[in-house]
């Protein structure tokens, strides 16, 4: 299994909502990242989890929470978010071992704020 | 890590190879080359990565001049679903650490 998913494919919510965006991994990597991609711009990192622990942030606002529950699984949870939240948000994963840099991406969830 | 410039977008014609190229002039000893692509409404796809030499995958290949401050993506028989937004990405070899993508070239291929 080579594949990053991630769920939902598509998710719209209110500033007041409280939802969460998933993604899984079975191919033993040991890190795992979200990144943020708004409209016509690259993607942005957002957060890292080496070894299931927060290994960087990117300075991001703390409506954004995420979480490693396990090796294969990360979620990231939406509190409270702005209309300038809305955005196409990325998974990723590698080894997480020097030398093994190749990050696979999911296919993205894209994100709307009313 | 170091900055990379690349052209905002390149047109080639189907069945014809497509160069990509990439400037890092300010690329460090222990840095390596890495080229990503985004095809529209997906997420980011690995293509290759090199340090020094020379490398090819069933994908493309990645040319790297000597003096390690440019390189070309080379993409060898282009088709249409080779469309897509290229980046090349400068990165030390540490094991769980960002991707910082520049603006990439957007490549269009023409029947």
Request: hydrophobic share 30%; charged share 20%; proline share 7%.
């Amino acid at each position: 299994d080579t594949e990053v998913t991630q769920t939902p494919k598509h998710l719209v919510m209110g500033m007041t909502n409280k939802k969460s965006l998933k993604c899984e991994q079975h191919m033993g990597h040991r890190a795992m990242y979200w990144y943020k991609q708004k409209a016509k711009k690259p993607p942005e990192l957002m957060f890292v989890y080496s070894y299931e622990k927060l290994s960087i942030n990117e300075s991001v606002p703390s409506r954004f929470s995420p979480e490693c529950p396990n090796s294969s699984l990360l979620n990231l949870h939406l509190h409270a978010l702005q209309p300038e939240d809305s955005a196409l948000y990325l998974c990723a994963s590698s080894q997480g071992q020097r030398g093994y840099n190749e990050q696979f991406f999911g296919p993205g969830t894209r994100l709307t704020v009313l | 890590d170091a900055k990379t410039t690349q052209p905002p977008s390149m047109d080639c014609a189907e069945g014809r190879a497509a160069n990509l190229p990439c400037n890092h002039s300010t690329i460090s000893g222990n840095e390596y080359v890495y080229w990503y692509r985004q095809i529209h409404s997906q997420g980011p796809q690995y293509i290759i990565h090199g340090l020094k030499n020379n490398e090819t995958n069933e994908m493309a290949s990645l040319i790297i001049t000597e003096d390690r401050k440019s390189s070309t993506l080379i993409l060898p028989h282009a088709t249409l679903r080779d469309t897509a937004v290229y980046y090349c990405i400068v990165r030390r070899p540490q094991g769980a650490q960002k991707l910082v993508f520049g603006q990439g070239t957007r490549l269009t291929i023409n029947p």
